[in-house]
T-cell receptor, first 111, second 115 residues
């Protein structure tokens, strides 16, 4: 099956700093989503971005499908950004639409 | 507000006592799915449904049942829960099962503990 690798696994930032999270995937995809899992366990949809670039406030994402990677940018980080960020992809080979999740980047923003 | 809801959000139960976790979406989505999240194993698909009365197994279906009698609801049934089903469960939905892929929307999660 498709492999999804996220880096870095852990990241500690001071409030106000910027960061870039990376997601590499091993095959063509028809879906790519970024999620933030907050300390209460909820998965928050950040972006649906199988290709191209999107921005939402301090967050933006870029997916280069031909090179099989996606980047999530967080600018001017806040303590509420803490949590785990997941990249999830949907393979073109399966009709069951299962998302394959990466192992996540655990972000801690310190005041 | 467009959303996926799950109930209960937290549940502690004992081995063998049947339980149902409900999932409902108000977006008229055809596709619905259940995942479980475990430390070190990530999120894995349990069952999915392409439409009413159409369900199929995901990666880890053993010990679970589902039904899809109505478009909006997709309950997850544990007939005889065991401690290895202790996990964080997520329901997800997506518009239209066929054609190109669409964004999936996740519920808030149900934290289940089986003692």
């Amino acid at each position: 099956g498709i492999q999804v690798e996220q880096s870095p696994p852990d990241l500690i930032l001071q409030e106000g700093a910027n960061s870039t999270l990376r997601c590499n995937f091993s095959d063509s995809v028809n879906n790519l989503q970024w999620f933030h899992q907050n300390p209460w366990g909820q998965l928050i949809n950040l972006f649906y971005i199988p290709s191209g670039t999107k921005q939402n406030g301090r967050l933006s994402a870029t997916t280069v499908a031909t090179e099989r990677y996606s980047l999530l940018y967080i600018s001017s980080s806040q303590t509420t950004d803490s949590g785990v960020y997941f990249c999830a992809v949907g393979s073109m080979d399966t009709g069951r639409r299962a998302l394959t999740f990466g192992s996540g980047t655990r972000l801690q923003v310190q005041p | 507000e467009a959303q996926v809801t799950q109930n209960p959000r937290y549940l502690i139960t004992v081995t063998g006592k049947k339980l149902t976790v409900t999932c409902s979406q108000n977006m008229n989505h055809e596709y619905m799915s259940w995942y479980r999240q475990d430390p070190g194993l990530g999120l894995r698909q349990i069952y999915y449904s392409m439409n009413v009365e159409v369900t199929d197994k995901g990666d880890v279906p053993e010990g679970y049942k589902v039904s899809r009698k109505e478009k909006r609801n997709f309950p997850l049934i544990l007939e005889s829960p065991s401690p290895n089903q202790t996990s964080l469960y997520f329901c997800a939905s997506s518009p239209r099962a066929g054609g190109p892929s669409y964004e999936q929307y996740f519920g808030p999660g149900t934290r289940l503990t089986v003692t």
